[in-house]
């Protein structure tokens, strides 16, 4: 079993819609949960972290991690076509230097 | 843009063949972790160099192996190059001592194996 799991995809939404994307993860240990973006052929692009349990929002994003469960969410108001990429959910442990990421959630906005 | 640079962008080796990446880690950043992407998946740990030293280690085995530079840059070798080997290799540099959550990562080595 995967540390963290994610759902492939392909996700596709209609512009405008809110997009909804979901990882589960094993390790206990893990305290900081990052989401990425990541367009074709680039890099990962960190859009937000979160620190244990809670929400953080950032503009049209908001980031959701629920330790009791062991889920971590991300959410996007107002889905723009820039807005498709694969997003990619990690984890890493308070004192670790190594991300662990899901296997990536494919987006398309359609316009 | 990150400042994080990787050399080249796309390399084709032969079963086998050895191979080296390249990275340049952001202004300010003193350590650079290697992660190897394979196509439709997310990316797998390598190494950390951080003093020139490795410090911590994924589940590859001992043919990848890295090198740090005293301006922080950082190599990644992998001999014998096998079919499997074929992925996106990213490079990201941080600085050590903060949780590595600002971790900033290049565009990547697409390296193909034939």
């Known amino acids: 079993q995967k540390e963290v799991e994610q759902d492939p995809g392909p996700l596709s939404v209609p512009e405008g819609a809110i997009v909804s994307l979901n990882c589960t993860y094993s390790?206990?240990?893990?305290?900081?949960f990052m989401w990425y973006r990541q367009y074709s052929r680039k890099g990962p692009e960190l859009l937000m972290y979160?620190?244990?349990?809670g929400n953080k929002e950032d503009g049209r994003f908001t980031a959701q991690v629920d330790k009791s469960s062991k889920y971590i969410s991300l959410f996007i108001r107002d889905s723009q076509p820039s807005d498709s990429a694969t997003y990619l959910c990690?984890?890493?442990?308070?004192?670790?230097?190594?991300?662990?990421f899901g296997g990536g959630t494919r987006v398309l906005v359609k316009p | 843009e990150t400042g994080v640079t990787q050399s080249p962008t796309h390399l084709i080796k032969t079963r086998g063949q050895q191979v080296t990446l390249r990275c340049s880690s952001q202004?300010?950043?003193?350590?650079v972790s290697w992660y190897q992407q394979a196509l439709g998946q997310g990316p797998q740990f390598i190494f950390q160099?951080?003093?020139?030293?490795?410090?911590g280690r994924g589940n590859f085995p001992p043919r990848f192996s890295g090198l740090q530079f005293p301006n922080y840059s950082s190599e990644l070798n992998v001999n014998a190059l096998e079919l499997d080997d074929s992925a996106l290799y990213l490079c990201?540099?941080?600085?050590?001592?903060?949780?590595?959550?600002?971790?900033?990562f290049g565009q990547g080595t697409r390296l193909t194996v034939v």
């Open positions: 990201a540099s941080s600085f050590h001592g903060t949780v590595n959550t600002e971790a900033f």
């Open positions: 390790n206990s240990a893990f305290q900081y």
């Open positions: 979160t620190y244990s349990s």
């Open positions: 990690a984890s890493i442990k308070a004192a670790g230097n190594k991300l662990t």
């Open positions: 202004s300010g950043h003193n350590t």
């Open positions: 160099y951080y003093r020139e030293e490795e410090n």
